[in-house]
């Protein structure tokens, strides 16, 4: 008895310092996200792109803001909401998105650099079919409306009692205003970002917009708990989300045509237009592009590389007129990693 005594004195100061040092580890690998420095809401929304749409925040460069997001009716559709009510929706408030933000020193010419730090999912979302939406609107004619209980703390949404999606939040509209007066739908992607819905978009990407009025005007919503490459059926889970994000003006990257983002992985640039074959020709001169520019490549050998290393992706094929299309290239092979 007293050797177990013993015994016990001798390895209690070693178990707890394991115990402790494995806490401390839990504790320092949590992640930590910046303050946010202004916040906005479900109320300071918008549904076009324009440059005569007044922001809602100025902000100077390097901002950090809070923005809360509504899913893609704009409230038309609840956790309980039936197929019936799918009839009901109107398409007028589709895609509010949260903004603009008008950020100080940004010109026409100059880029405007988004980091996603944090997206928080919402506690529901919604998919579904609408008729004449959709890659095969032919063939599925009939509404179609499912819904979903999210935890934001599982990693996976039960789609039934077998099969579980990844909970992998982003924005499926992400954009700064295009140089018109003009009020354009958010459906389709353009120069200026817009419905890109790319699944890749998550947290701790950094995405890349040209910037073409003063102050970028940048807005952010369509949130998605989840999505396949190409979006085939016309929709994600849509869901309302809250997200933190990082606004800076960069300078001097003048090849940059169309929105470009990059992880700690990878550097990509995305290509839209009516066809793939068209949206993809221009993905590969952009990356061809990039590479120039930024790694010292001559075109031709940046051609190569695209072909040696370089990931095309399919984003988006539903978001009539446009399609979007972008290639990845691994920063390993890049040297930059």
Avoid at 212 to 238: K, N, P, R, Y
Avoid at 260 to 285: L, R, W
């Amino acid at each position: 008895m007293k050797s177990k005594l013993l015994l016990s004195f001798v390895l209690a100061p070693a178990l707890f310092a394991c115990t402790r040092s494995a806490k401390q580890e839990v504790q320092t690998t949590e992640k930590i996200y910046p303050e946010p420095q202004y916040t906005l809401t479900t109320e300071q929304t918008h549904n076009k792109f324009s440059n005569t749409i007044e922001p809602v925040l100025t902000v100077s460069s390097g901002a950090i803001i809070e923005a809360f997001t509504e899913e893609a009716t704009d409230g038309q559709l609840a956790l309980n909401s039936t197929t019936e009510d799918v009839a009901n929706v109107s398409f007028e408030p589709i895609h509010p998105i949260t903004g603009p933000v008008f950020v100080e020193g940004a010109q026409p010419g100059d880029v405007i650099a988004v980091t996603l730090h944090k997206i928080e999912a919402g506690e529901w979302g919604w998919t579904g079919i609408f008729p004449g939406f959709g890659y095969l609107a032919d063939e599925f004619t009939k509404p179609y409306l499912k819904t979903f209980a999210i935890d934001k703390n599982s990693p996976t949404i039960d789609f039934n009692d077998k099969i579980k999606l990844p909970l992998k939040p982003f924005p499926g509209v992400m954009g700064v205003a295009p140089a018109t007066d003009s009020l354009l739908s958010t459906i389709p992607p353009r120069a200026n970002g817009g419905n890109m819905d790319d699944p890749h978009l998550v947290e701790g990407t950094t995405v890349y917009f040209p910037v073409f009025v003063e102050g970028g005007l940048f807005s952010i919503g369509d949130t998605h708990a989840t999505q396949g490459l190409g979006e085939v059926s016309g929709t994600a889970i849509e869901a309302p989300m809250r997200i933190i994000y990082e606004i800076e003006v960069i300078k001097g990257k003048k090849y940059l045509a169309e929105p470009q983002y990059e992880t700690a992985d990878y550097y990509a640039v995305t290509g839209f237009a009516p066809s793939i074959d068209g949206a993809t020709k221009k993905a590969i001169s952009y990356m061809v592009d990039y590479l120039e520019a930024e790694h010292n490549l001559s075109r031709e050998e940046a051609y190569v590389l695209c072909s040696l290393a370089g990931d095309l992706h399919i984003a988006e094929v539903v978001d009539v007129p446009n399609m979007l299309v972008t290639m990845h290239m691994s920063k390993e092979v890049l040297g930059v990693k």
